[in-house]
């Protein structure tokens, strides 16, 4: 069970760089790291997914090292309405061992940007 | 806007009573996921429909149960409810065919609230 440790919460100013680290210890081969952003009251909505190095897209970078029992969420100069709650995940890629264990959300990192 | 719809968007109801919630995937996607998330908890993976059959089961309770249907919507029925039932019900899709690593699209959530 490849479940995550990430902060429970962080503050940051308008403008800064934020980096979001959650540890999966027991991450397995075909285990892929996805993040999840979260506004209050509305569903989820995905940012990233990676499985080793660097991934980056327009909205975000993931970190993800060799070992890859952590990975770390970059957000470029943050801003007011990136405050939100941040969700780290492990999920599998085999279709067949897809199970609960590998949807597990958990609390996730409440972002509060400072303006 | 994710493409999945959720009805209803509020629910008010009384202990001892049953409710359906009701779930329409985007457009194409065969998977279906429900996730409840009360004020404490996070969010919670219940359960997970591909192509009209049950996929995963997460901490999903014997009161509850759910069906995908053939034309690919979802309902998730709460029977028995109790005042801890109360929470923000999310239906996730996603296409199904990449197993975990599928970026899932959730709905706007169905905010239950048991008297």
């Known amino acids: 069970l490849a479940k995550t440790t990430q902060p429970i919460s962080m503050d940051s100013y308008e403008g800064q760089e934020v980096n979001i680290t959650c540890s999966h210890n027991?991450?397995?081969?075909?285990?892929?790291i996805t993040w999840y952003q979260q506004f209050p009251s509305q569903g989820p909505r995905f940012i990233i997914q990676?499985?080793?190095t660097k991934v980056t897209n327009e909205v975000a970078s993931l970190f993800i090292p060799a070992d890859r029992k952590s990975s770390t969420l970059s957000l470029p100069r943050v801003s007011l309405s990136d405050t939100a709650v941040y969700y780290c995940?492990?999920?599998?890629?085999?279709?067949?061992?897809?199970?609960?264990?590998?949807?597990?959300f958990g609390t996730g990192t409440r972002l509060t940007v400072i303006p | 806007d994710s493409g999945v719809t959720q009805t209803p968007k509020h629910l008010i109801t009384a202990t001892g009573q049953r409710v359906t919630l009701r779930c329409s995937p985007r457009?194409?996607?065969?998977?279906v996921y429900w996730y409840q998330q009360s004020l404490d908890q996070g969010l919670q993976f219940l359960i997970q429909?591909?192509?009209?059959?049950?996929?995963a089961k997460g901490n999903i309770l014997e009161r509850f149960s759910a069906q995908q249907f053939p034309d690919l919507h979802s309902e998730l029925n709460l029977s028995s409810l109790e005042l801890g039932d109360s929470a923000l019900y999310f239906c996730?899709?996603?296409?199904?065919?990449?197993?975990?690593?599928?970026?899932?699209?959730f709905g706007p959530g169905t905010r239950l609230t048991v008297l």
């Open positions: 996730a899709s996603s296409e199904g065919s990449k197993g975990g690593t599928d970026t899932q699209y």
């Open positions: 995940l492990v999920v599998g890629a085999i279709p067949d061992q897809t199970g609960a264990n590998n949807l597990f």
């Open positions: 429909y591909y192509n009209g059959e049950e996929r």
């Open positions: 990676g499985y080793k």
């Open positions: 457009s194409g996607d065969l998977s």
């Open positions: 027991n991450i397995a081969t075909n285990d892929y």
